[in-house]
T-cell receptor, first 113, second 114 residues
Framework: GENVGLHLPTLSVQEGDNSIINCAYS??????FIWYKQESGKGPQFIID?????DKRQGQRVTVLLNKTVKHLSLQIAATQPGDSAVYFC????????????FGAGTRLFVKA | ETGVTQTPRHLVMGMTNKKSLKCEQH?????MYWYKQSAKKPLELMFV???????ENNSVPSRFSPECPNSSHLFLHLHTLQPEDSALYLC?????????????FGSGTRLTVV
């Protein structure tokens, strides 16, 4: 499938544990960040977003943390389930005009039952 | 379906063929995108259309030709492709005047060039 040839960072967690997926972004002018989940055979799906005026945002079982000082973004998944197994992408966008969203290479999450 | 529908889901074509990929969004968004996702590279932006005008053409070879007849439909016309063009082609849409840039992706067309 997609990304099979890429040596994606991989995270393997036990079902029920918490997962933390990290992302370093590149543009200090980026002011909007998104996490996407891509399951096998599907397109990426929006999970959660955060703007640069925040450092934390929570959704249902997911939390995104933003550290602008070190240009770092993380996605925390609570009580990880087998259905969470997927490739997770972070994306950044600078509100400077244009439509360029920069996607990271992705992290593959395996959930062991 | 996610609100962005792509057809066909799978396509096998010879290097001399001409084919088209279709994307339709039912979300009322004003921007649409083509991305390429291959086994060797992460998501690559190909084309962006905003309000039916092409605003981004990311150095894509001319054997790929996009068309956006209206804000809901996007096509990618393919001709004389190469085997290295085999990939998953993803369409996405977004609403660009809300201050957010979250995309809604389709499920993609898996293209194999033989």
């Amino acid at each position: 499938g997609e990304n099979v040839g890429l040596h994606l960072p991989t995270l393997s967690v036990q079902e029920g544990d918490n997962s933390i997926i990290n992302c370093a972004y590149s543009n200090s002018a980026s002011d909007y960040f998104i996490w996407y989940k891509q399951e096998s055979g599907k397109g990426p799906q929006f999970i959660i977003d955060i703007r640069s005026n925040m450092d934390k945002r929570q959704g249902q079982r997911v939390t995104v943390l933003l550290n602008k000082t070190v240009k770092h973004l993380s996605l925390q998944i609570a009580a990880t389930q087998p259905g969470d197994s997927a490739v997770y992408f972070c994306a950044e966008n600078a509100h400077t005009g244009g439509f360029k969203t920069i996607f990271g290479a992705g992290t593959r999450l395996f959930v062991k039952a | 379906e996610t609100g962005v529908t792509q057809t066909p889901r799978h396509l096998v074509m010879g290097m001399t063929n001409k084919k088209s990929l279709k994307c339709e969004q039912h979300l009322g968004h004003n921007a649409m995108y083509w991305y390429k996702q291959s086994a060797k590279k992460p998501l690559e932006l190909m084309f962006v259309y905003s309000l039916e005008e092409r605003v981004e053409n990311n150095s894509v070879p001319s054997r790929f030709s996009p068309e956006c007849p209206n804000s809901s439909h996007l096509f990618l016309h393919l001709h004389t492709l190469q085997p290295e063009d085999s990939a998953l082609y993803l369409c996405a849409s977004s609403q660009e005047d809300t201050g957010g840039y979250g995309y809604t992706f389709g499920s993609g067309t898996r293209l194999t060039v033989v």
